[in-house]
Structure formats: C-alpha cells, structure tokens
C-alpha cells in the first residue's frame, strides 16, 4: 500500500501540506464500465470540498 498519496487539488478537504492527501482513505473510480487505459478515465470519489 501507498505510504504517501499526492494530490494538489488544493480546495480539498483532504489537502496537506507538500501536496500530500490527508484522508484515510481513497477512493478512485472508473469512468467507463470497460478497460480504462489512461487517467483522464478515473475520478477520485474521495475529494470533499473546503467551503
């Protein structure tokens, strides 16, 4: 398992500092049903916003 998670979505919740996601855990989805082949085909279902 991962020891650090990176993220630099900046109005997350989860957002530390030196980039790193502070949430307990995870959760990364896929877009299409099928065989997803790149990142632009994911989604972090994780990400809660700061305001």
């Known amino acids: 398992m991962a020891k650090d998670?990176?993220?630099?979505?900046?109005?997350?919740?989860?957002?530390?500092?030196?980039?790193?996601c502070n949430a307990e855990k995870i959760y990364v989805?896929?877009?299409?049903q099928l065989k997803t082949q790149s990142v632009e085909e994911t989604d972090c279902k994780t990400f809660e916003s700061k305001s």
């Open 5 to 20: 998670v990176l993220c630099e979505v900046n109005n997350c919740t989860y957002w530390g500092e030196g980039n790193r």
């Open 29 to 32: 989805v896929s877009h299409n």
